[in-house]
């Protein structure tokens, strides 16, 4: 059965600073790898994927992400948060149809 | 275009009471998902549509959860009678298609006070 773990419940880090969300999946084939964010009372937003190919992936609001198939690990980066980029970080595997979801994690953005 | 609505946003009932969330899908999107949101751990499929046909309610609790998706358009989630352990926000989401290649549109959620 597929399943994520994202180590980290909650991180605080200084607007301007980077930002390196972990997480590590457990599936016996190719995984299709997600990450979401969801800003509180909101649903959850899609910031990049991965399916094949280049191991490093682009998203939407500055994001990227490196899937690194020897550690079972699909971290997502930021070089620079913004205050607005204060959310709950979800990751999530899937096969053909099916996704399942880590448990998140809280980022706090300081002044 | 319009996103998923989902309604209402808020509730709060007694355990042993009843409840129904509403969800409208974006239009022409054909597949429609159920997710369940506890505090603390991430949202966990409770039911997937494809069209107004079941594909997946393996984690659905039978005994007090249902779902209907009349006309393959709209979907109502009930919960008959409901526990403490059914507090949490209840996520409608819709795609497309079935399949991972087809991107998941969220809702903004139920959130569900069992009191």
């Known amino acids: 059965a597929q399943s994520v773990t994202q180590p980290d419940i909650h991180i605080t880090v200084s607007e301007g600073a980077s930002l390196e969300l972990r997480c590590n999946y457990s599936?016996?084939?190719?995984?299709?790898l997600f990450w979401y964010v969801q800003s509180p009372g909101q649903g959850l937003q899609l910031l990049l994927k991965?399916?094949?190919?280049?191991?490093l992936v682009q998203g939407i609001k500055g994001f990227e992400a490196e899937f690194k198939r020897s550690q079972s690990s699909f971290n997502l980066r930021k070089p620079s948060v913004h205050w607005s980029d204060a959310a709950e970080y979800f990751c999530?595997?899937?096969?053909?149809?099916?996704?399942?979801f880590g448990a998140g994690t809280t980022v706090t953005v300081r002044a | 275009e319009a996103g998923v609505a989902q309604s209402p946003r808020y509730k709060i009932i007694e355990k042993r009471q009843s409840v129904a969330f509403w969800c409208n899908p974006i239009?022409?999107?054909?597949?429609l998902y159920w997710y369940q949101q506890i505090l603390g751990q991430g949202p966990k499929l409770l039911i997937q549509?494809?069209?107004?046909?079941?594909?997946?309610d393996s984690q659905l609790p039978k005994d007090r959860f249902s779902a209907e998706r009349l006309k393959g358009v709209d979907s109502t989630l009930k919960i008959q009678p409901a526990k403490l352990e059914d507090s949490a926000v209840y996520l409608c989401?819709?795609?497309?298609?079935?399949?991972?290649?087809?991107?998941?549109?969220f809702g903004n959620g139920t959130r569900l006070t069992v009191t």
């Open positions: 989401a819709s795609s497309l298609e079935t399949g991972i290649n087809s991107p998941l549109h």
């Open positions: 599936y016996g084939a190719t995984p299709y």
């Open positions: 991965y399916f094949s190919g280049d191991t």
């Open positions: 999530a595997v899937g096969d053909d149809y099916k996704l399942s």
């Open positions: 239009s022409g999107h054909a597949t």
């Open positions: 549509f494809q069209n107004n046909g079941v594909v997946d």
